[in-house]
């Protein structure tokens, strides 16, 4: 069973700078044929509007950026039922992973997080970059003692950052955690560092092996992203339009089209 495919806004955040633009572009990612969307915000547009453009366009949310807290869960809970997802998701910089002690406390926080967005029925991931998979302490990647310390933390695996461009066995890490990984991040590049990525398809990276290694009963979704792109950021459609058509064309995704 193929698993939908969305985008993350952020790899179109260049060229929606304004309201308009945002919904012009979400507009054209819908034509395309993508299934849904990621994002962190509403692009300037008031919560009506922009749910009126995800219902106009059949887009649906995958995952929404956020870091609970006893603060905001009653509104991320509300956002959640607004617009249909179960998933939000966060990060840390680089400077987390370097020591064994500050990976401890990130999993404590992320832990709370989790916690209270799973009394709520919904799902707190975590989102990688290469940091997690760059320093091991007692042979483990600093990647695998964030979960080992946060047992209601899911994942947000991105494939390509997970290599460490090209020293990580990207499928082994994918099958270790598959029961933990709702959502995927999917990019692609010369697996060098500080390089933009390419289109999906057009890289280095072995994505037909890493897709391969998904539990599809857990995967609600695999997201495009690109955080800069080799042709620059006016011509990051071409590379939102490449990357569908490379993963449903060659089967490891579905789209609307």
């Known amino acids: ?14 060229i929606t700078k304004t309201p308009a633009d945002f919904a012009n572009v979400v507009r054209q990612i819908a ?14 547009l008031s919560d ?16 929404w950026w956020a870091m609970p807290d006893k603060g905001n869960i009653n509104e991320l809970v509300d956002r959640a039922k607004t617009y249909g997802f179960d998933c939000y998701i966060s ?10 002690a500050s990976i401890l406390t990130t999993a404590a926080q992320y832990q709370e997080g989790a916690a209270l967005l799973a009394e709520h029925g919904l799902n707190f991931l975590y989102h990688n970059h290469w940091w997690e998979f760059e320093v091991s302490f007692d042979g483990k990647y600093g990647w695998d003692i964030l979960f080992e310390n946060a047992p209601a933390l899911k994942c947000e695996l991105d494939m390509y950052w997970a290599s460490n461009f090209g020293q990580v066995d ?20 010369s697996l060098v560092q500080n390089q933009p990525q390419s289109a999906v398809g057009k890289g280095k990276h072995d994505l037909k092996r890493c897709i391969g290694a998904i539990d599809p009963k857990v995967t609600q979704w695999l997201v495009v992203e690109l955080d800069d792109y ?28």
């Open 1 to 14: 069973m193929k698993t939908p495919l969305s985008i993350q806004l952020y790899t179109v955040r260049e």
């Open 31 to 44: 034509d395309i044929g993508y299934a849904g969307i990621e994002t962190g915000g509403t692009g300037g």
């Open 48 to 63: 009506r509007d922009f749910k009126k453009l995800i219902d106009d366009t059949g887009l649906k949310v995958s995952g």
């Open 91 to 100: 990060c840390v910089g680089g400077e987390h992973f370097k020591e064994k």
């Open 170 to 189: 990207v499928p082994a890490v994918i099958r270790k955690y598959a029961a933990r990984t709702p959502l995927y991040h999917v990019k692609d590049g």
């Open 230 to 257: 080799v042709e620059g950021h006016p011509m990051m459609m071409n590379a939102v339009r490449d990357s569908y058509g490379y993963l449903t064309g060659q089967s490891l995704a579905k789209g609307n089209k």
